[in-house]
């Protein structure tokens, strides 16, 4: 996992509500915790050492042991809440209008209804939230209009009822 994965997995975690969060694999394991007021988040990653040959090799009393490392992120909820209301008061929020599986194509193969940069209005299908099997185009409400200027959700991910999925620049 790198930096930029790790940063984005940390956001969402914020982002949930969630107080505990632990993941581990063979080499690594991360746990991150916020406190129940969600003012401070706290991460942990630790390496997990990997046993070499040399290592098996020497006796018990002189083997290699490779220290985990460890690091500490620390983010202010405060500073997030900051951000996301100058975001909120430039840009207009498009949020699901139920509970499904977040489509940003009308089909594997085909292109995606709009992209970072399109100009949008009233009426255009912009994705597609699959529930219980029915496939329901979600289209800009009337009074909408701008360009896309970010995707929020990722395609074929479940989404909740009104979770942010565009932002778009009214101007």
Do not use: H, W
Not at 47 to 71: E, L, R
Not at 122 to 138: R, S, V, Y
Not at 162 to 168: E, G, K, S
């Amino acid at each position: 996992m790198n930096y930029n994965e790790l940063q984005d997995f940390i956001k969402a975690v914020a982002k949930s509500g969630a107080t505990e969060v632990r993941i581990e694999t063979d080499d690594l394991k991360l746990t991150v915790k916020t406190e129940p007021k969600g003012k401070t988040i706290e991460t942990i990653v630790q390496q997990v050492p990997v046993a070499t040959q040399m290592q098996t090799q020497q006796p018990a009393q002189q083997q290699f042991t490779q220290q985990p490392t460890v690091q500490s992120v620390t983010n202010t909820e405060e500073t997030a809440a900051k951000k996301a209301e100058e975001v909120s008061a430039k840009y207009i929020e498009i949020k699901a209008p139920m509970v499904g599986t977040f489509y940003r194509k009308p089909a594997p193969g085909k292109p995606t209804f709009v992209n970072i940069g399109d100009r949008i209005e009233a009426g255009k299908t912009i994705c597609i939230i699959e529930a219980m099997k029915l496939f329901n185009e979600i289209e800009v409400e009337p009074g909408i209009s701008g360009t896309i200027v970010q995707v929020l959700v990722d395609d074929s991910t479940p989404v909740e009822f009104d979770q942010p999925l565009f932002l778009v620049d009214p101007s």
